[in-house]
């Protein structure tokens, strides 16, 4: 290892900005964040500079920096997982039949979704209000998921239905459902 070269933090920083940017652009080469400024950092600097029409030294320079960074959050963007969608119920929050509320067309959508996949599953539509159908698909998932048995919304309740939906559904293609 040469001891000139510069070693640290930053230099992981710009590597594991590096590699994500590789993973969705292929002209730029992939390297391994070490915290050394080695030859295929230099060369994936390069890259990225070429991508941005920026002198081409294999220095990350404050430009080069900059150019990193705009990349790095666009391919966040593609390449990482979309944040979860957490609807909020209060702790002690329990949604009854007949009662409206906008977190019910989420819970609804999932239903919807799940009926395709599971026989003798009512047929929810959206509407936004806990009706007869939607009672009873939470019915049905809180008897399989040992709960006890309201068809009411509540943290429980939509814990399991979600978690069920991401089984069931995968990365949401045809074949993850009928899987």
């Known amino acids: 290892m040469n001891f000139e070269e510069p070693i640290g933090q930053p230099v992981r920083s710009l590597q594991t900005m590096l590699r994500r940017i590789a993973q969705a652009e292929p002209d730029v080469s992939p390297v391994v964040p070490d915290g050394i400024y080695s030859k295929d950092t230099q060369r994936a600097v390069s890259d990225v500079q070429r991508l941005h029409g920026l002198p081409i030294t294999g220095i990350a ?90 068809g009411q919304l509540d943290l429980v309740t939509y814990a399991y239905l979600t978690d069920l939906y991401r089984l069931t559904t995968g990365n949401g293609s045809h074949a993850a459902q009928s899987a």
Do not use: C
């Open 61 to 150: 320079d404050a430009e080069t920096w900059r150019a990193v960074v705009r990349s790095y959050h666009e391919a966040v963007s593609v390449t990482a997982p979309a944040n979860p969608l957490q609807i909020r119920l209060d702790p002690m929050q329990v949604i009854r039949t007949g009662e409206a509320n906008n977190h019910l067309y989420l819970v609804q959508a999932m239903l919807l979704v799940l009926g395709k996949s599971y026989q003798n599953f009512p047929v929810v539509v959206v509407t936004g209000v806990l009706d007869a159908p939607t009672g009873q698909a939470l019915q049905i998932l809180q008897a399989a998921a040992g709960i006890p048995v309201t």
